[in-house]
């Protein structure tokens, strides 16, 4: 008899894989860095090993916020995020540590390490917020839409200034980056927010299904080896089938 894995039950194994490896990796770093501070003499190797602690603890935040999203429609974003905050905290992690000679091409190691920390932070608060998307009230909508607009402006003009800093206004554009994240920051508070004193209806809205029985129906459909759409009309059928007969 085969044994079918449900997609709920992967997902699951996934996000308890993450967190190991994530507790693991950071305990390490920890420790290490315990180490360090009850030894000798705190000295540039100290200074790197309480750096690589911080980075690790940091970015490993940033991970599991973006692994809340996995088994959600919207994974493919949590899954970008986990992979973007991996590869930012290895590339703060390697220029830590890294002895080499400084030039042209460590100015660009910068350039994408600093882009990356970007994106990695906008992903996890973006993943966090992502949460409320089924939300049907429209001002939490309206509100989760704007904010992650103003989410990706943010994201967009760091980028920008990180590559060509030299090509911007240093009156006009810090003054315009720091009102986007103000009102960045504003719609991440508030958005939660409203999605508290304005709870979704009970049982959903008129005629539609809510994400749980509509979780519920995928998951027996992929149990029986059928489509979504052709399980829900072998039920309907099934249903119809006394009612044509008397």
């Not at 699951?12 to 950071?26: D, E, K, Q, W, Y």
């Not at 990180?162 to 994240?181: C, E, K, M, N």
């Not at 979704?200 to 995928?218: F, K, M, V």
């Not at 829900?232 to 044509?244: F, K, Q, S």
Request: proline letters at 4%; glycine letters at 10%.
């Amino acid at each position: 008899m085969t044994t079918v894995t449900s997609p709920r039950t992967s997902v699951s194994r996934l996000r308890r894989i993450v967190v190991a490896v994530i507790v693991v990796a950071f305990t390490l770093a920890a420790a290490g860095g315990i180490v360090v501070l009850l030894g000798g003499d705190l000295g540039e190797t100290a200074g790197r090993v309480i750096g690589t602690t911080a980075t690790v603890g940091a970015f490993s935040v940033a991970v599991l916020c973006c692994a809340a999203l996995l088994g959600r429609v919207l994974a493919p974003v949590g899954m970008a995020g986990v992979v973007v905050s991996i590869v930012a905290g290895a590339l703060v992690i390697w220029t830590i540590w890294y002895d080499g000679p400084y030039g042209d091409a460590w100015e660009t190691v910068w350039k994408i390490t600093g882009t990356a920390i970007a994106l990695s932070a906008a992903l996890a608060l973006g993943s966090l917020l992502l949460l409320l998307s089924d939300r049907r009230r429209m001002p939490v909508r309206v509100g989760l839409w704007i904010t992650l607009a103003l989410f990706a402006v943010v994201v967009g003009m760091i980028v920008y200034l990180i590559w060509g800093s030299d090509t911007v206004d240093d009156q006009v554009y810090p003054r315009v980056l720091g009102v986007a994240a103000i009102l960045a920051a504003l719609g991440a508070v508030v958005v939660p927010v409203l999605s508290l004193l304005l709870p979704d209806p009970r049982g959903g809205a008129a005629g539609t299904l809510s994400p749980a029985a509509i979780a519920r129906i995928e998951d027996e459909a992929r149990r029986r080896g059928l489509e979504p759409d052709a399980y829900v009309a072998t039920l309907v059928r099934d249903a119809a089938a006394p009612l044509e007969e008397s």
